[in-house]
């Protein structure tokens, strides 16, 4: 890889959802569109590589005239200069060596590369969609029909938001509405599938047992993110958790991305980390991934409403013999192919494809450029 980067061009598309996304415990509905930023660099030779970046031009630009070797190393991954905009660079170094990111990523971590690529996800759709409607009933059937649709399209695990009592309900309602769409989903998915729930911090530590308490025939496999982290707090969850007999494990990370979370993850209070994808990264996600791996914690790169996260963390998971769940935030964009990612009973089948295995139409991806984009080479860098 002796190549020069030439041109570099950035723009937005918009994704669309099958539907809404309403509120979680914070914030308010999370809507139908997506915005998918795609920062592309282009060789000498013509080699190209796509991917995530909310880099400035000025600071992306930096990579004009720069050589490959420089941008990527094979045992590494991509230096810290680089790392805002190291996803385009992950795909370039794929489409030049012809491998999978999974494969370059595998290498690094000294992980064997799997002969077909299948990454367990879930379904993370079921937000609050239902605070207009007046019944616990109603409320709960809505959610259900709504995780039979994910069903549909293959999934077997299902992250169901909670707390409504934290913002949107008075307390006592919203919790009692919590448990019992919970109940409704775990009918409609049935005994075999992982339930995961996340109360984005709206709950405290009493409001948690109480919901896991009046949940525990449903087998909740993961509490992600139930209050603000909190070490003493953790550690009375955890045993309250023990001495109830359930199997529940605690996630947590997504959020401010505490530093903490992973002497947590170490001693054991915290059992899956969930960094986010983007903002923690992708080199840095196989350093984590590595000491999480040796301490036997879980991975859960955290991600949503990019689009481009469901497929970038599916790449971590050969890397990492700790990764648990994809987070798949169902998406259509249009110029963007992600078509040969599948998912087939609860896991996806990444394309063993160069690179991220994505296909990125270029008269879509440049009439964004124009339009409200940028594009910069070496005859016109800032």
Not at 264 to 287: C, K, M, P, S
Request: hydrophobic content about 40%; proline content about 4%; aromatic content about 8%.
């Amino acid at each position: 890889m002796t190549d020069k980067i030439t041109q570099i061009e950035w723009a937005c598309l918009e994704g669309r959802r099958p539907r809404s996304a309403g509120s979680n415990a914070r914030l308010g509905d999370h809507g139908i569109a997506v915005r998918v930023p795609l920062l592309r660099v282009t060789t000498a030779d013509g080699a190209t590589g796509f991917g995530h970046s909310w880099a400035s031009q000025e600071e992306a630009s930096k990579l004009l005239g720069q050589s490959v070797p420089s941008l990527f190393d094979a045992a590494v991954g991509v230096p810290d200069l680089w790392r805002s905009v190291e996803y385009p660079l992950w795909d370039l170094a794929g489409n030049l060596t012809d491998r999978p990111v999974y494969a370059l990523a595998a290498k690094i971590n000294h992980r064997p590369v799997p002969r077909i690529c299948r990454v367990p996800t879930y379904d993370t759709s079921l937000y609050f969609d239902d605070l207009h409607l007046q019944t616990d009933e109603e409320a709960a059937a809505l959610i259900a029909a709504e995780a039979l649709e994910g069903a549909a399209r293959g999934h077997r695990a299902f992250k169901i938001k909670v707390g409504r009592g934290a913002r949107w309900m008075p307390l006592e309602e919203g919790t009692r509405r919590d448990i019992a769409v919970i109940r409704a989903v775990r009918a409609a998915v049935g005994p075999d599938a992982a339930l995961l729930l996340d109360a984005n911090n709206g709950w405290n530590l009493n409001l948690t047992k109480r919901v896991l308490s009046g949940t525990a025939d449903c087998r909740i496999h993961w509490m992600e993110e139930a209050f603000h982290e909190d070490s003493v707090l953790y550690a009375d969850l955890r045993a309250w958790l023990q001495a109830q007999g359930l199997s529940t494990l605690i996630a947590d990370g997504e959020g401010d991305a505490s530093p903490a979370a992973l002497r947590w993850a170490r001693e054991g209070l915290v059992n899956v980390i969930q960094y986010d994808v983007y903002g923690h990264g992708f080199t840095r996600w196989l350093e984590t991934g590595r000491q999480l791996d040796g301490w036997g914690a879980g991975s859960a790169p955290h991600h949503y409403g990019v689009h481009t996260g469901n497929y970038a963390a599916c790449h971590l998971a050969p890397a990492l013999s700790g990764f648990t769940y994809a987070e798949w935030d169902e998406t259509a964009t249009s110029g963007l192919d992600g078509s040969e990612y599948r998912i087939v009973d609860g896991s996806i089948t990444v394309p063993a494809r160069p690179g991220f295995g994505l296909s990125l139409d270029s008269g879509v991806f440049e009439q964004a450029v124009e339009q409200g984009g940028w594009r910069a080479d070496l005859q016109n860098a800032p």
